[in-house]
């Protein structure tokens, strides 16, 4: 049985960094496209970044956080970990971990992803 389950969100100020975790269990990480999506209220999900797995190991990211938010993995963990620095309220909502073996041309879509985490929340106010 696979699980994605999410760590590591919060309340942070403005300017302020956190960072998601998302450890995986039933599958290897390396094996797989891992993103993060995430959903505001009122609003759709939305794409926040992907890492394709081994062999093609290329990163994506909206551009709404490019240069802002990094994603790594750490296979010997079997873990995805979102960093994202200089937080804005724009960035407040559930963000969620996915896994899938999509091709590049869905690498920013839901439907590119087969598993999914149960989100996390992460609110940015003052």
């Known amino acids: 049985q696979v699980q994605l389950v999410e760590s590591g969100g919060g309340l942070v100020q403005p300017g302020g960094s956190l960072r998601l975790s998302c450890v995986a269990s039933?599958?290897?990480?390396?094996?797989?496209?891992m993103a993060w999506f995430r959903q505001a209220p009122g609003k759709e999900r939305e794409f926040v970044g992907a890492?394709?797995?081994?062999?093609?190991?290329?990163?994506h990211y909206a551009d709404s956080v490019k240069g802002r938010f990094t994603i790594s993995r750490d296979n010997a963990k079997n873990t995805v970990t979102l960093q994202m620095n200089r937080l804005i309220p724009e960035d407040t909502a559930l963000y969620y971990c996915?896994?899938?073996?999509?091709?590049?041309?869905?690498?920013?879509?839901?439907?590119?992803?087969?598993?999914w985490g149960q989100g996390i929340q992460v609110t940015v106010s003052s």
């Open positions: 996915a896994a899938g073996q999509s091709i590049l041309s869905a690498i920013r879509t839901e439907t590119g992803y087969k598993y």
């Open positions: 039933g599958l290897t990480v390396t094996q797989y496209n």
């Open positions: 890492v394709r797995r081994l062999g093609a190991n290329t990163y």
